[in-house]
């Protein structure tokens, strides 16, 4: 699955050089920064940011942990990627091992929306923090016996902050992504000015 953009070049050279014109080499190193700028924010922020579909596994780690933190062994399954936006398909099968063995994730094992679980929603209509809840009983413990598609994170348009809704205004992420560019532009800068010059003795 590729990785979306946060940001394009185009807003991120209009951030760092201010309608400034700028050089063939500068944009090379820019282009260079950006998904590493972008690899930053998505780890700190714990999540894609950019709206995509999903496929995930769960449980990922040892199941005496996860039932420690109530996420398995409980109703109450939280997904990896957020805000979610939708629940496409969710599957369980005991003995799937993560999609691995003969026949794991039959279509008798697809669960039915709103019957066997739902998606608890906010107030803009959709789930910042992912929590899907089991109807009866509770979500397995076995890793890799939940089989789960979503789609999660933001639109353009709301990283943008073109919306009606403020609540589904996430241009502030957009806006810390340029600000984290020009903090990462800032030190190649300096380090390239210092290359080669003799420190204190």
Do not use: C
């Not at 994730?105 to 066997?116: I, K, M, R, V, Y």
């Not at 502030?172 to 003799?198: K, P």
């Amino acid at each position: 699955m590729a990785v979306t953009q946060i940001v394009d070049m185009a807003d991120v050279l209009a951030f760092i050089f201010r309608g400034a014109s700028a050089t063939d080499a500068q944009i090379g190193r820019i282009q260079f920064l950006k998904p590493r700028v972008e690899a930053a924010i998505r780890q700190e922020i714990g999540s894609g940011v950019v709206q995509n579909t999903y496929t995930h596994y769960l449980p990922e780690i040892d199941p005496v942990q996860l039932r420690e933190q109530n996420y398995y062994g409980s109703n109450l399954l939280r997904l990896p990627q957020f805000p979610v936006r939708s629940i496409t398909s969710v599957y369980v099968d005991l003995g799937a091992r993560f999609g691995q063995t003969s026949g794991a994730f039959p279509e008798s094992s697809l669960l039915t929306a709103g019957d066997d679980y739902f998606l608890e929603l906010d107030r803009s209509g959709l789930s910042r923090l992912g929590y899907l809840v089991r109807t009866s009983g509770q979500w397995p413990a076995d890793p890799g016996s939940i089989k789960i598609t979503y789609v999660a994170g933001w639109s353009q348009d709301e990283l943008r902050g073109n919306v009606t809704d403020p609540d589904l205004d996430a241009s502030l992420i957009q806006h810390a992504t340029l600000i984290t560019f020009a903090e990462f532009w800032s030190d190649m800068v300096s380090r390239q000015n210092t290359a080669g010059q003799s420190g204190p003795i």
